[in-house]
C-alpha cells in the first residue's frame, strides 16, 4: 500500500483506534499487569502499536488489513498474559464498539476472522523458560498465519527500544543481542508474511547501537 494512502486512513479509523486502545489497556489494568514490573502495560502496547503506525504500510494491502494489524497489536498479549482466551478474544471483538465510527461489514468480518488468529498465534508454549516458551511449534504458527510474523517484530522492537531508552541497557538487552540470528530467521524464512527489510535494519541498529551496563 502507498504510504500516503495507509496514513489517510489511519486518520479516518483515529477514533476507532483510540477506542481500542484504551479497551485494551482496560484489559491489562484489570488484572493488574504491569510492564517491566512498575509501568502500565500500555506503555507496551503504545511502543508495539508505533511500529504499527511507522510500517504497516510495508503489509497492509486493503482497508481492513489496517485495522487488522492495530486490534492485533493492542490484543497481541491477552491471552499470554491478561488471562483471556482465544474466544474471550472472539468475543471481544464482537462486542467492541469503536466509538461513533461504524465499520464496513466486510472489515468487520475480516477482522473477527483474523486477529484471533494472530493473537493466537503470538502466544507463547506452555514452559519452563524462554526456549520452551518461544519453541519450533511456536513459530511455526506464527510464521504460518498471516501479519502474525509483522506484529511479532513491531513487539520485538518495542522490547529492544525499550532497553535502549534510559540509556544503561537493562538486563534484557544481551538475551534479544544474543537471540537475534535465530529469532529473525525463526518469523521471516517462509512466512506467509515476511518481514520488512526496514524493520530488520531498524533491529539490528538497535542491537549494535552502545550501551552502558550497571
Not at 483471556?84 to 462486542?95: G, I, Q, R
Not at 519453541?135 to 520485538?156: E, H, M, P, V, W
Request: aromatic letters at 14%; hydrophobic letters at 40%; a negative charge.
Amino acid at each position: 500500500m502507498e504510504k500516503q494512502s495507509f496514513i489517510a486512513l489511519v486518520k479516518r479509523y483515529y477514533p476507532w483506534i483510540c477506542s481500542m486502545e484504551k479497551a485494551a489497556f482496560r484489559i491489562h489494568d484489570d488484572v493488574n499487569q504491569k510492564y517491566d514490573h512498575v509501568l502500565p502495560y500500555g506503555f507496551h502496547l503504545k511502543m508495539t502499536v508505533s511500529y504499527v503506525s511507522r510500517y504497516g504500510y510495508l503489509v497492509a494491502e486493503t482497508e481492513a488489513d489496517i485495522l487488522i494489524l492495530y486490534a492485533s497489536a493492542f490484543l497481541h498479549d491477552t491471552i499470554e498474559d491478561a488471562r483471556m482466551t482465544y474466544n474471550d478474544v472472539v468475543k471481544f471483538l464482537k462486542e467492541f464498539k469503536g466509538g461513533d465510527l461504524v465499520l464496513p461489514e466486510g472489515v468487520i468480518q475480516h477482522m473477527e476472522d483474523q486477529v484471533p488468529e494472530i493473537v493466537y498465534a503470538l502466544t507463547n508454549e506452555k514452559g519452563r523458560n524462554r526456549g520452551e516458551r518461544a519453541n519450533d511449534l511456536y513459530y511455526q504458527g506464527i510464521r504460518q498465519t498471516k501479519f502474525a510474523s509483522f506484529i511479532k517484530i513491531c513487539d520485538r522492537l518495542a522490547n529492544i527500544q525499550y532497553t535502549m531508552m534510559f540509556v544503561f541497557a537493562n538486563r534484557m538487552l544481551d538475551v534479544y543481542r544474543r537471540e537475534y540470528p535465530e529469532f529473525i530467521r525463526s518469523i521471516s524464512e517462509g512466512a506467509v508474511t515476511q518481514v520488512p527489510d526496514a524493520m530488520k535494519e531498524e533491529a539490528e541498529r538497535l542491537l549494535n547501537s552502545e550501551s552502558y551496563i550497571i
